[in-house]
């Protein structure tokens, strides 16, 4: 694609990134524009998850911010995860740079989802009779996106530490593929193990679900930025490597 | 056990903090890297001009 093409997207996704954002932070903070004030209180009746009473209702707007987040990680390692097949396949080394691009920004992300949830399920599914971290830590759900974190933080480590390039590639794949299988496995563990702690479908309003939803378009968009520029960063280095090797085939 | 506005801001704290340091992570390291390639650039046009006058002064 035309390098100035990707620029401009670049500079569009930041623009409509900050834009999703501001709008977001005053949907989530501010009446909505016809005048009514978004109920976070959670009054009785209503099922808003893991809503059973009035506990931390400034915690709960999390709720647009947590999942979303970790959607996005999600969407980042499916990314890592088909390059890394297509690396594998082709042996493109492109293909490799890209998908540590995508795998970087997922685990950002993937940080995001599991700090924001921790300190939400702190709050949320505090009980007195047991510590409030290892009740978060005992769901399963919590537990399979942690070595999910922990599978792509090695593969981010093995990148710095294992030396030649082919090499590098071809095992960094390979945990690419492994490690995105935590995907649908974080889907399918909630439902193999029945808990309705961490539900994949929180019953919301109308207007909830609006912000809900926008929350998913903006980390999505954020998620778009963050990887173009993580990705010129990688065609900046390339380049840089061929200069070099060149400099270095001229100096002997 | 924090209390809910605690947990909130630490939330809040923990998403501003972690995407601004990133984006500011990559806006430096890429700056970086286009002065290097620049300064390479400059470096290799220089030689081949002089490898085409022949060395001439």
């Not at chain 1, 961490?198 to 778009?224: N, R, S």
């Not at chain 2, 939330?11 to 903090?17: D, K």
Request: glycine share 6%; hydrophobic share 55%; charged share 20%.
């Amino acid at each position: 694609m035309n390098p100035a093409a990707v620029a401009a997207i670049r500079r569009a996704t930041l623009w409509a990134t900050v834009v999703a954002f501001l709008a977001l932070a005053w949907f989530t903070w501010l009446p909505t524009p016809w005048g009514d004030a978004p109920d976070w209180t959670c009054p009785q009746g209503q099922a808003v998850s893991g809503c059973t009473e009035v506990s931390a209702p400034l915690t709960r707007k999390l709720l647009f911010y947590h999942p979303a987040s970790a959607w996005a990680a999600f969407a980042a390692y499916l990314v890592t995860f088909a390059l890394s097949i297509a690396y594998l396949n082709e042996r493109r080394l492109r293909d490799d740079t890209t998908a540590r691009a995508a795998a970087e920004v997922g685990f950002l992300m993937n940080t995001i989802a599991l700090a924001t949830g921790t300190l939400w399920g702190v709050q949320e599914w505090f009980k007195s009779d047991r510590a409030a971290l290892a009740t978060v830590y005992t769901d399963p759900k919590v537990l399979v996106v942690l070595v999910l974190w922990l599978t792509f933080a090695a593969y981010l480590l093995l990148r710095r530490l294992v030396d030649g390039a082919e090499r590098r590639a071809r095992l960094a794949a390979v945990f690419g593929v492994l490690g995105f299988l935590g995907v649908p496995a974080s889907f399918l563990v909630s439902k193999l193990v029945g808990t309705d702690l961490h539900p994949d479908d929180p019953k919301m309003t109308g207007y909830q679900h609006l912000i809900f939803y926008w929350a998913f378009a903006a980390f999505t968009l954020l998620f778009v930025h963050l990887f173009l520029a993580r990705l010129r960063l990688a065609r900046l280095e390339e380049r840089l490597a061929d200069l070099e090797d060149l400099e270095t085939l001229h100096a002997e | 056990m924090p209390s809910d506005a605690t947990t909130f801001f630490a939330a809040f704290g923990t998403i501003a903090l972690a995407l601004g340091a990133y984006l500011w992570h990559l806006e430096r390291r890429g700056r970086v890297l286009e002065e290097r390639l620049a300064t390479l650039e400059a470096a290799k046009a220089r030689s081949n001009a002089d490898a085409r006058d022949g060395g001439k002064p």
